[in-house]
């Protein structure tokens, strides 16, 4: 069965600051990975998603990549805001219906 | 994208009762999915509903704790039922898209159930 681990498990940082997030999953057959925000008693939303056959995407400050052989992915959000602070979240495919969960990394930003 | 949106967005309820919970996307999709999220925990997958059959129940959950309705191909309700305080959590629908080759998932805003 497919693990997801995501470390840290909590993170703060001060205003301005470039941070990395990390996935790792246990079996590399995924279809795709996608990575959420959630806000404290909140849905989540999507934030980007990487295909098996990609290595990154961007979308703002954001950058995910993906390397699938090893089994990990990161989150890289640059110059980092207040406004960033939520729970992130990476999931891994792995087939129809099979999506598994990370446990996430609860991020704060310092003003 | 899909927009997705869960009635009620909180509620508190008492022990031994029961909730409705549901949720409407603006698209029609084949799939709808049912998480739970308890407290400080990662999400896990109640239910799968398919339009015009029964869902189909992961591990640990069953259909007279969780029953499930799907109408049609837009709107879905999910059940707890004879609810406990070890019910409280945060339950999120959830709906899969494909775009062109892949498949994305979205997620409605939530309702967080407390059970006093």
């Known amino acids: 069965k497919q693990e997801v681990t995501q470390i840290p498990a909590a993170l703060s940082v001060p205003e301005g600051e470039n941070l990395v997030l990390n996935c790792s999953f246990t079996?590399?057959?995924?279809?795709?990975l996608q990575w959420f925000r959630q806000d404290p008693g909140k849905g989540l939303t999507s934030l980007l998603l990487?295909?098996?056959?990609?290595r990154e995407q961007t979308s703002g400050r954001l950058n995910a990549s993906l390397d699938k052989s090893s089994g990990r992915s990161t989150l890289y959000i640059a110059a980092s805001q207040p406004g960033d602070s939520a729970t992130y979240l990476c999931?891994?495919?792995?087939?129809?219906?099979?999506?598994?969960f990370g446990t996430g990394t609860r991020l704060t930003v310092i003003p | 994208s899909a927009v997705i949106s869960q009635k009620p967005s909180r509620d508190i309820c008492q022990r031994g009762t029961s909730l409705t919970i549901q949720c409407q996307v603006d698209?029609?999709?084949?799939?709808m999915f049912w998480y739970r999220q308890q407290p400080g925990q990662s999400l896990t997958l109640i239910a799968t509903?398919?339009?015009?059959?029964?869902?189909?129940?992961e591990s640990g959950f069953v259909i007279d704790k969780f029953p499930i309705s799907r109408p049609n191909l837009t709107f879905s309700t999910l059940t707890v039922s004879n609810m406990s305080p070890e019910d409280s959590s945060i339950y999120l629908c959830?709906?899969?898209?494909?775009?062109?080759?892949?498949?994305?998932?979205?997620f409605g805003p939530g309702t967080r159930l407390t059970v006093l």
């Open positions: 959830s709906v899969e898209l494909w775009e062109s080759a892949y498949n994305e998932q979205f």
């Open positions: 999931a891994v495919r792995t087939g129809a219906n099979n999506l598994f």
């Open positions: 990487i295909q098996s056959s990609q």
């Open positions: 509903a398919n339009q015009g059959s029964e869902a189909t129940y």
């Open positions: 698209s029609q999709v084949t799939m």
């Open positions: 079996d590399s057959a995924i279809y795709n």
